[in-house]
């Protein structure tokens, strides 16, 4: 089946501590982006890769990092989490840069206490 | 500066009647335009979109939505609502910039009553 994946699908952290959300797609897509979102502020973007080693910044980097060493693999890493990166992500592939149409997968709920 | 706005919050509808979910956008040039559905814990999934063509586009689940340029809205529609509707619905347009973006609405929870 075709499908993007993340894990871990919840998770609750402590300021600081370093964490990383693996995000996964079997559809051979070049390109893949994070959002996160937020009540009151739909989905914004964080990243996006438009192939491998190829990574740039969306809308909201900010205390995010990514790296794509894999067409398939985009995880998205916290290096110092803060309670304002509480949020619920979504990890997103389609299969170009030219492509209208992106698949999403299925959330990670993220808390930083 | 480009934008998608969803006036409403929240939708009820009883069940077996018509729904609308309103989007407007505001983009220079054609827009690229799409409805996602978020169903509980769930990831959004994509239901249609607008490219170039008939206004009316047709979509999963029996979804429709209807592009009008005039008034900038492209509104999703279901002639007859099912309970199993009721989910979190986006609108969201391509960025003109950066084709690689999409800019979504905040989201409007669509709620059908037994």
């Known amino acids: 089946e075709a499908q993007v994946t993340q894990n871990p699908r919840y998770l609750i952290t402590v300021t600081g501590k370093k964490l990383t959300v693996t995000c996964s797609q079997n559809?051979?897509?070049?390109?893949m982006s994070w959002y996160r979102q937020d009540p009151g502020l739909g989905l914004r973007q964080i990243y996006y890769?438009?192939?491998?080693?190829?990574?740039d910044k969306g809308d909201v980097p900010e205390g995010y990092k990514v790296s794509r060493k894999e067409k398939r693999n985009f995880p998205l890493i916290l290096e110092s989490p803060s309670p304002n990166q509480t949020s619920l992500y979504f990890c997103?592939?389609?299969?170009?840069?030219?492509?209208?149409?992106?698949?999403f997968g299925p959330g990670t709920r993220l808390l930083v206490l | 500066a480009q934008s998608v706005a969803q006036p409403e919050d929240q939708v009820n509808v009883a069940e077996g009647n018509p729904l609308t979910v309103k989007c407007t956008y505001s983009?220079?040039?054609?827009?690229?335009l799409f409805w996602y559905v978020q169903y509980p814990n769930r990831g959004l999934q994509f239901l249609l979109k607008?490219?170039?063509?008939?206004?009316l586009v047709k979509g999963s689940y029996g979804f429709e939505a209807e592009f009008n340029k005039s008034q900038t809205s492209f509104h999703l529609k279901k002639p007859s609502a099912l309970v199993s509707d009721s989910a979190l619905y986006f609108c969201?347009?391509?960025?003109?910039?950066?084709?690689?973006?999409?800019?979504f609405g905040t989201g409007t929870r669509l709620q059908v009553f037994p």
């Open positions: 997103a592939s389609k299969q170009s840069r030219a492509a209208e149409t992106q698949y």
């Open positions: 559809m051979n897509h070049e390109y």
């Open positions: 890769s438009m192939n491998v080693e190829v990574t």
């Open positions: 983009v220079s040039g054609n827009p690229y």
């Open positions: 607008y490219i170039t063509g008939d206004n």
């Open positions: 969201a347009v391509r960025d003109i910039r950066n084709t690689d973006k999409l800019i």
